[in-house]
């Protein structure tokens, strides 16, 4: 039986085995934030937590102005537009974000006092985000090639390190640290060791490159990702203004319960995210040999899987939140569903914006999204205020699907919408947001609930070949 299993291994191509090696990596550190997650909502108070929760909104909105997610749209064009040169078409996008980040130092400097009042956040958390934001993204530009390239084992390996270390860490700082000052402990435990390895390969993609900046490469990459700053932006709202505005509108504590149930539903993100780390370079390369059917027959296989993966995660919710946090955070059970299904449009979506991206079609991706980030922000508002901070995962959960139907249309109004099934895509769509939402109405009844899961997992180990073979990029 081992021999076989190790010959499978071998004979798989090098996209699977990233594909796989990359999703087992990125499920260890989604396990290692959940079993983190315990941790704190339990050392910490309600309060703190919730501070790092709106700290980590800002670093996440922040990032999109500051280093214009240089290693995230382009990147990819630039991996297949420039094979022979790579290592100087990084440093290029790496210096860029660099120049951008010291004249936000600059800015902050000069303007210190209005922004720590904007943002609620303290001196030294913002010393800490422009310096995550100078060495970060080369840390990001490395592992994004590795991924390009189906090179899978540093990456991997430093991967699950460094989140052992940060948990680790956090935990320590926390433990060691005062009432009032919890938060900024497990902020300088967790970014800071992201600092480092970002460091690190700064100094490493500098060398690569013999430290030389071409000049059209910087041209080409804010060509193509400048307009897709709003849609970025945009992005943002619809992944962390709940937050944000859950904390303005009601308090702290209701987002560090609201942000333990995202917590829970995003595990699935993570999957998605391995997934897609090893799909996008693939589907790049059979567009580019003309194999649209072959992606389009693939695709909707693999979002078919992550959307029972997603029902899946609804099941088990209120188990898990049990797992994660105390009595007190059990209300934000309910948000789950919501918060899943509109992390399952997410992957919707961003299939059709790869073939946006493949045909450097930006411009559509800035309107959809700023229409769907007002209207979740208007969604929320009103929403917020009448049914509480559940309300939120389910006016973001709209804006996702509203994303997704946009990104749709653009591609049909192209002529590239025959590239996606999009027919079964609808009805997939449709059945997993009358199945999640059937869930909640399960949660009082566990029997029932835990007959169901047994079933899928019982289904889901009978039609395990089959599922494997869906992942197969050949």
């Known amino acids: 039986m081992k021999k076989v299993s190790l010959k499978q291994i071998k004979n798989l191509t090098p996209a699977e085995k990233a594909s796989f090696a990359l999703l087992i990596a990125n499920l260890v550190l989604k396990g290692l934030s959940l079993i983190s997650g315990p ?17 980590q909104s800002w670093l996440s909105l922040l990032t999109v102005v500051v280093t214009l ?26 210096f860029i974000s660099s120049v951008i980040t010291l004249a936000y130092a600059v800015a902050f400097f000069a303007l210190k006092k209005y ?78 060791v992201n ?48 937050r944000i505005m859950i904390t303005q509108m009601v308090s702290a504590s209701a987002t560090a319960i609201y942000s333990v149930a995202y917590t829970v539903a995003s595990v699935i993100n993570i ?13 790049y390369e059979n567009l580019d040999k003309g194999n649209s059917k072959e992606v389009k027959r693939v695709t909707i296989r693999v979002v078919a899987i992550f959307g029972i993966l997603c029902m899946v995660a609804t099941l088990f919710a209120p188990e898990i939140m049990r797992i994660l946090a105390p009595k007190q955070y059990s209300e934000g059970v ?40 007002i209207s979740n922000i208007i ?13 939120a995962g389910y006016t973001t959960m709209v804006c996702y699907a509203l994303l997704a139907f946009f990104h749709y249309l653009n591609t049909r109004k192209k002529g590239y919408s025959y590239i996606i ?30 007959t169901g899961i047994g079933i899928v997992l019982i289904i889901l180990f009978i039609k395990r070949n089959n599922i494997i073979r869906i992942f197969k990029l050949h």
């Open 115 to 192: 922004v720590l009042s904007f943002t609620g956040l303290t001196e030294s958390m913002v010393v800490i985000m422009l310096l995550y934001f100078f060495f970060v993204p080369a840390y990001q530009l490395w592992s994004g090639r590795q991924r390009y390239e189906y090179k899978y084992k540093a990456l991997s390996i430093i991967t699950i390190v460094s989140a052992i270390v940060s948990l680790i860490l956090g935990v320590i700082f926390v433990l060691n640290a005062s009432t009032d000052n919890q938060a900024i402990a497990r902020i300088r435990a967790m970014e800071g």
């Open 39 to 55: 941790v704190f909502t339990r050392i910490m108070s309600t309060e703190q937590y919730g501070i790092v929760s709106t700290f």
């Open 271 to 283: 999957v998605w995210s391995s997934i897609e780390a090893s799909l996008s370079p693939w589907i």
């Open 379 to 391: 969604l929320n508002y009103i929403f917020i205020k009448l049914r509480g901070y559940i309300a």
């Open 334 to 373: 309910y948000a789950i569903p919501a918060i899943a299904v509109g992390v399952f449009f997410t992957a919707v979506y961003s299939l059709y914006m790869r073939i946006e991206l493949f045909y450097k079609q930006t411009g559509f991706a800035t309107v959809a999204s700023t229409i769907a980030a």
């Open 195 to 242: 600092i480092i390895i970002g460091f690190f390969f700064y100094i490493t993609l500098a060398k690569k490159a013999r430290f030389k900046i071409d000049w059209n490469y910087c041209k080409y990459a804010l060509r193509f990702n400048v307009p897709l700053i709003p849609h970025y932006l945009s992005m943002y709202v619809l992944a962390s203004s709940d």
């Open 69 to 94: 997610n240089l290693s995230q749209g382009v990147f990819n064009n630039g991996m297949l537009d420039f094979k022979k040169d790579r290592d100087k078409f990084q440093f290029s996008l790496l």
């Open 421 to 450: 099934d999009n027919r079964k895509m609808f009805i997939l769509s449709l059945t997993i947001i009358l199945v999640s939402f059937s869930i909640i109405y399960l949660y009082k009844y566990p029997v029932i609930r835990l």
